[in-house]
């Protein structure tokens, strides 16, 4: 899906276009509080009190839609107490979401396959949603037990059911289609992924939705990673020339 995208003019700087959507791979938590000789939990801990900082930035930016890897179906082979710490820092996180949500109006939805959580997580997941359903400021997307692959096949397993039901004929499959069986539906792809401390793949983040984004990597560590590196990334996006397979 694509939309229409802002400008803004930053910091006496030439006018720039920013992106309507921007996904963010959350990287380098552990080994930021590792150079700083404290243990990886202090890591997600600051990791997960910029969310805030950058949700807000990108707000004030004008990009609309925000997505960020929170915890992926493969970070459940980590060890079991920094899982723990982990589960237990997202479940607190959404809880003070509520509050934040209401104050600034932020529609916030969480993707990944959430059945793996347990039952008090998912019911936090399922009031906060329905909470915050129709703010109409960032809307804030969490992926939570999220992996590209598991959410396709379980988008084509909700296919065939309704095939089965007599639902979905298989003439009516298109692209269009098949992203709304995916946990973003309605959600539009994104324009821009960032992914923090230096590494460069995708590591089974919305493989179907980036097929035409803008990818941008930067060294500095999900932490360290402020509104004006936001900045820096959409300053970059804004110089490349989208043209989605055509010629001009």
């Known amino acids: 899906m694509r939309v229409p995208i802002f400008t803004i003019a930053v910091k006496g700087r030439n006018e720039m276009m920013v992106p309507n959507h921007v996904a963010i791979i959350l990287d380098g938590n552990g080994r930021w509080a590792k150079a700083k ?5 202090y890591g997600h801990t600051m990791g997960a009190k910029n969310v805030e900082t950058i949700s807000r930035a990108a707000y004030n930016m004008g990009i609309r839609y925000l997505t960020l890897y929170a915890f992926s179906t493969e970070n459940w082979n980590r060890p079991e107490s920094e899982v723990n710490a982990l ?3 997202l479940e607190s996180y959404l809880n003070n979401c509520l509050k934040t949500a209401k104050k600034n109006h932020i529609c916030i939805r969480v993707i990944g396959d959430i059945s793996r959580l347990d039952e008090k997580f998912q019911k936090k997941i399922s009031e906060l949603e329905e909470a915050s359903r129709d703010y109409d400021g960032l809307h804030l997307q969490i992926a939570i037990n999220y992996g590209s692959r598991n959410e396709m096949i379980r988008a084509m397993q909700k296919m065939l059911n309704d095939y089965d039901a007599g639902k979905l004929d298989a003439e009516d499959l298109d692209e269009i289609k098949f992203s709304s069986y995916l946990d973003t539906a309605g959600i539009p792809d994104p ?3 960032i992914r923090t401390s230096g590494e460069q793949r995708l590591s089974n ?5 980036l097929a ?3 990818f941008y990597f930067t060294d500095t560590p999900w932490p360290d990673f402020n509104e ?3 900045k820096q ?3 970059a996006y804004s110089a490349r020339d989208r043209r989605y397979g055509r010629i001009r």
Not at 37 to 41: E, K, T
């Open 37 to 41: 000789g404290m243990p990886r939990n």
């Open 228 to 230: 004006e590196e936001l």
């Open 233 to 235: 990334a959409v300053r």
């Open 212 to 214: 035409y984004s803008e």
């Open 205 to 209: 983040y919305l493989l179907w939705q």
């Open 87 to 89: 589960m237990k820092l």
């Open 191 to 193: 324009d821009l992924l």
